[in-house]
């Protein structure tokens, strides 16, 4: 009886791990067929700046909003902490630290990946369900060139613009905490920033993150979109689906890289 | 002028179409009936070769489609005309823009030309002054209609009509059905419509094919068929439960 039991749910395991490299292989050949086809000559530059406003427009207000409050929770509790133990002079430099290298990439991250993944699994999931998808095929356009490549793309050529925008207004908020609430001396937490973080400090969470997460982000909501089924439900699902990854991976992916990078 | 031969398609371990043959004359219209979920739309599918299938050939003209390449298939696909039943139109882009799309991206013509070409077809299927609409506030049959135009307007060899007039009032209906027929006299086009429809069946056909089983039933014309000798064609049409 209970060998049998074993046998089965060591059936089920097998199978579920089948099913999952599945899903894993056909992302990946999903992911490889839009790079192979970012050289396309029917690819349109119009549609990838299209994108990339619409992209823009949307992230923008929230990003600002996301890391003013982060910038200035942040602030709140390092000032509070430090000028206890005399290290308010740091100050600025923690700060700076803390936002270039991951608060502003990460929460950049995490605006994108909630506002433009969910829009894009939506927008091509609906598209897929109601047969746009099909009749794109049917009149000879190509849906990855048509379609794909263009977010694809704008979400690597926004994200570090997002992040340049993101590190800025979190610093900043900082800098408002800590002159405001702590009667800090504003020339001195710049001048601590400017001391304390190298160059690979500023770029690295922009050059490197940035593509990344925006690679990341467009890749997972458009294989999730390409593969809604069901109806208005499987939208839905797609969307929450879409976020649920990109967030997850975004996370693990962003350990590893600040690892390797800093 | 389409030949279907032995054609197998399955989905998992689901048999939709089973040693399917039919042969679609050129320039007739002719009709395909069936009970919903027989793989009538699936069907019209693997024509344009939006999906691979099992076993068989199709012929479309000279070209067997069978092994093609997605680019070799973009080709034929270009000498066809699909109207989906969801009517499929771009909700980002006008009707304009819906209706002149295949123009803008697969020949030279300028702007002024295919905006000209557009109106044309439009005023072709009845519709004037929605060049700038969106679909989001067109009615159904207005949906259909542009769905229509944008079939037509690269003058296609082949016009496929998935279930036209389902879900249509029975005016708006029989002013489809009439379109159908308008468009083909004029254009010459080989035309499938697919249907379930008594009226679109009657009114559109001058051939009848019946997919039953995964496997095609010859039928009698539009002037017999409702006293079809063939039970099943019979039992369909006059919507027995056998
Ligand atoms: N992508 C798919 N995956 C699995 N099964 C599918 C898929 N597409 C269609 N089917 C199944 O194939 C069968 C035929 O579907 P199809 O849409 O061709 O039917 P139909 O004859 O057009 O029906 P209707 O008249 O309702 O439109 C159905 O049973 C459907 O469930
Ligand atoms: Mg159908």
């Known amino acids: ?262 | 002028m389409i030949k279907i031969k032995s054609l197998i398609k399955t989905y998992g371990d689901q048999t939709i179409l089973k040693d399917l043959n039919i042969k679609i004359p050129k320039g007739k219209k002719t009709t395909i009936i069936g009970q919903s979920g027989c793989g009538k739309s699936t069907l019209l599918r693997l024509i344009l070769g939006l999906e691979k299938f099992d076993e068989g050939e199709i012929w479309v003209g000279k070209d067997c489609i069978t092994h093609l390449s997605e680019d070799d298939l973009n080709k034929v696909r270009l000498q066809f005309g699909m109207v989906f039943q969801s009517a499929a139109l771009f909700d980002s882009m006008t009707v304009g823009e819906n209706v002149g799309l295949v123009l803008k991206e697969h020949t030279d013509m300028t702007r002024e030309e295919i905006k000209e070409r557009v109106i044309e077809k439009l005023g072709l299927v009845g519709l004037n002054d929605i060049y700038d609409a969106y679909p989001a506030n067109l009615s159904g049959g207005m949906k259909k209609r542009v769905a229509f135009a944008r079939a037509i307007v690269n003058n296609p060899k082949v016009l496929l009509f998935d279930e036209p007039t389902t879900g249509l009032d029975p005016v708006t209906s029989t002013r489809v059905e009439n379109l159908i027929n308008k468009l083909t006299k004029k254009t010459n086009a080989t035309t499938i419509v697919v249907t379930h429809q008594i009226s679109t069946i009657l009114n559109v056909s001058e051939n009848i094919v019946m997919i039953h089983d995964g496997e095609a039933i010859k039928t009698e014309g539009p002037d017999k068929i409702l006293k079809s000798k063939n039970k099943m064609v019979y039992n369909f049409v006059n919507g027995l439960i056998k």
């Not at chain 1, 992209?55 to 509790?77: H, K, R």
């Not at chain 1, 609430?181 to 001048?191: R, T």
């Not at chain 1, 997972?220 to 839905?236: D, E, H, P, Q, R």
């Open chain 1, 1 to 262: 009886m209970i060998i049998k039991k074993f046998e089965h749910s060591f059936e089920d395991f097998g199978q579920d791990i089948i099913k999952k490299l599945n899903i894993l292989g056909e992302y990946l050949i999903f992911t490889y067929e839009i790079i192979r086809h970012i050289f396309s000559r029917k690819l349109k530059l119009k549609h990838v700046f299209s994108q990339m406003t619409k992209i823009g427009v949307n992230s923008f207000p929230i990003t600002a909003v996301t890391l003013l409050f982060v910038g200035m929770v942040f602030s709140n509790q390092v000032t509070h902490e430090f000028t206890k133990i005399g290290a308010g002079k740091i100050i600025g430099g923690i700060v700076g630290f803390a936002i270039w290298r991951e608060l502003g990439p990460l929460f950049a991250g995490v605006v994108v990946a909630a506002r433009v993944g969910a829009a894009i699994s939506t927008e091509i999931g609906a598209m897929k369900v109601t047969e746009q998808i099909d009749a794109l095929r049917s009149m000879a356009i190509n849906p990855i060139v048509f379609l794909y490549v263009p977010r694809f793309l704008s979400l690597i050529f926004m994200m570090p613009l997002l992040i340049i925008f993101a590190n800025f207004i979190g610093f900043i908020a900082g800098l408002g905490i800590y002159t405001t609430l702590y009667n800090g001396n504003p020339v001195a937490y710049i001048a601590s920033a400017a001391n304390m973080l190298t160059p690979l400090d500023i770029y690295g969470g922009v050059l490197y993150k940035g593509p990344i997460f925006g690679f990341i982000i467009g890749s997972f909501s458009l294989y999730i979109g390409s593969k809604t089924g069901n109806g208005a439900v499987g939208i839905g699902r797609s969307a929450t689906m879409s976020v649920v990854s990109c967030l997850i991976v975004l996370f693990i992916v962003n350990f590893f890289l600040s690892y390797l990078i800093f």
